[in-house]
Nanobody, 113 residues
Framework: RLVESGGGSVHPGGSLRLTCGASGFTLSRFSMAWYRRDPGNQRIWVAQ???????NYSDSVRGRFTVSRDNAKNEVYLQMDSLKFEDTAVYYCNTIPYTSNLWGQGTQVTVSS
């Protein structure tokens, strides 16, 4: 199962760093992605990092978010800068394509003034 952490409440323009960890699951074997479920309950792909370290981002976060991984720690990260109101969501990590039985609880990110 995957475990997300690092969410919180920030003002617009603020930053947060999310962490995705795993128990009994080796993240380095997989390309991993961050997804978010917005207040409208839609799950949306946000960013991904391939096994070779290449990354890709949705248009809405490109230039503001950075995905990275530390295989030695078995963790994947999402650095979120210049946060906007519309980034408010529950953020999840999972494989690409996602694996249904790996969804964790997610971590809430709230951007408000």
């Amino acid at each position: 199962r995957l475990v997300e952490s690092g969410g919180g409440s920030v003002h617009p323009g603020g930053s947060l760093r999310l962490t995705c960890g795993a128990s009994g699951f080796t993240l380095s074997r997989f390309s991993m992605a961050w997804y978010r479920r917005d207040p409208g309950n839609q799950r949306i792909w946000v960013a991904q990092i391939y096994n070779n370290g290449d990354t890709n981002y949705s248009d809405s976060v490109r230039g503001r978010f950075t995905v990275s991984r530390d295989n030695a720690k078995n963790e994947v990260y999402l650095q979120m800068d210049s946060l906007k109101f519309e980034d408010t969501a529950v953020y999840y990590c999972n494989t690409i394509p996602y694996t249904s039985n790996l969804w964790g609880q997610g971590t809430q990110v709230t951007v408000s003034s």
